[in-house]
C-alpha cells in the first residue's frame, strides 16, 4: 500500500509531536505500518481479515466490538465518518444510533438505499467518551480505511465532520472553511459535510442541515442523479 500520500504526512506529524508530548524520546512505529501486504489492493474481507481482533492502538481496550464498516463493495460514494460510537460499538455496525438514522434519511434524499453505498470511519474502535481519536489512533488505522476505499473504488467520498476531512485530506482548517467544495484523495472527489450527530445538536435550527444539503446536491449533480425533494426531512 502506497503510504506516501501528503495527508499521510500531516498525521505522521501529529503523530510524533504526540509522542513529544507524552515524553517519548524515540520514535515508536505503530504496527500498522509493519503489518498491512504491500502486493497491491485487496477484497474487503481481506482487510477484514488483517484487522481481526486489532490491538494496533490503546482504543481497543474499552471496544466492545471492531466496527470495520458495511454497504456495496461496488458503491458509487462512500460515506466516511471519525469513529463509532456506543450504539455502534454494541453492534458492530458503523452509523446505528441517532446520528446513523439522520445519515440513512440523507442517503435516501439523494434518491439511494443504504445497501447501495459504503459506509465507514477513519478509526475502527469506539474512543473513550465519543472524544476526537488521537493523532495516533488515526496514523494506526488510516491506513485499513485507505484500503477500503481502493477495495471499493468510490465514485465519490463524503467526509462526515473534521475529523474525516482532516484525516483523508491531510488539511487542518475548519470544516466551515472546506466544506461545500471537492477536494481529492488520490484523484477521488471528497465533499466534506457535516456530521449527522452536529446536525442534530444544532436542532431546531435549519440553517446547517440545508448547507448539508446544498452539499449532498452538488455530489448527486456529480454522480448524475435526479434533484428531488427539498432535501432531508426531520
Keep these: 500500500m502506497d503510504y506516501g500520500s501528503d495527508n499521510l504526512i500531516q498525521l505522521v506529524r501529529g503523530y510524533l509531536a504526540y509522542q513529544v508530548d507524552a515524553g517519548l524520546r524515540e520514535v515508536i512505529l505503530p504496527p500498522a505500518f509493519q503489518d ?11 482487510i477484514r481479515e488483517e484487522l481481526r481482533d486489532c490491538s494496533r492502538c490503546p482504543l481497543h481496550q474499552g471496544r466492545t466490538h471492531v466496527v470495520f464498516g458495511e454497504g456495496s463493495s461496488s ?3 462512500m460515506f466516511v465518518g471519525e469513529g463509532p460510537g456506543g450504539d455502534e460499538d ?15 434519511k440523507m442517503i435516501q434524499a439523494m434518491g439511494l438505499d443504504r445497501s447501495e453505498v459504503y459506509i465507514a470511519n477513519v478509526v475502527k474502535c469506539r474512543p ?3 472524544r476526537d481519536p488521537e493523532p495516533e489512533e488515526v496514523v494506526t488505522c488510516l491506513p485499513f480505511l485507505e484500503a477500503q476505499i481502493q477495495a471499493v473504488n468510490p465514485e465519490v467520498i463524503v467526509a462526515l465532520g473534521r475529523v474525516a476531512a482532516s484525516a483523508l485530506l491531510g488539511r487542518q482548517e475548519s470544516l466551515a472553511k472546506i ?3 471537492f477536494h481529492y484523495w488520490k484523484g477521488v ?6 456530521h449527522p450527530s452536529y446536525l442534530l445538536r444544532q436542532e431546531p435550527d435549519r440553517r446547517p442541515k440545508a448547507e ?15 434533484v428531488s425533494g427539498s432535501g432531508v426531512k426531520q
Design 179 to 181: 466544506r461545500g467544495e
Design 75 to 77: 458503491a458509487r460514494v
Design 189 to 194: 472527489p471528497v465533499m466534506p459535510t457535516y
Design 212 to 226: 448539508a444539503w446544498d452539499d449532498l446536491k452538488k455530489v448527486m449533480a456529480l454522480l448524475d442523479l435526479p
Design 90 to 104: 454494541r453492534e458492530g455496525r458503523p452509523f446505528v444510533g441517532r446520528a446513523g438514522r439522520l445519515l440513512t
Design 36 to 46: 498491512a501486504p504491500s502486493d497491491g489492493p485487496r477484497s474487503l474481507p481481506m
Design 128 to 130: 473513550p467518551g465519543n
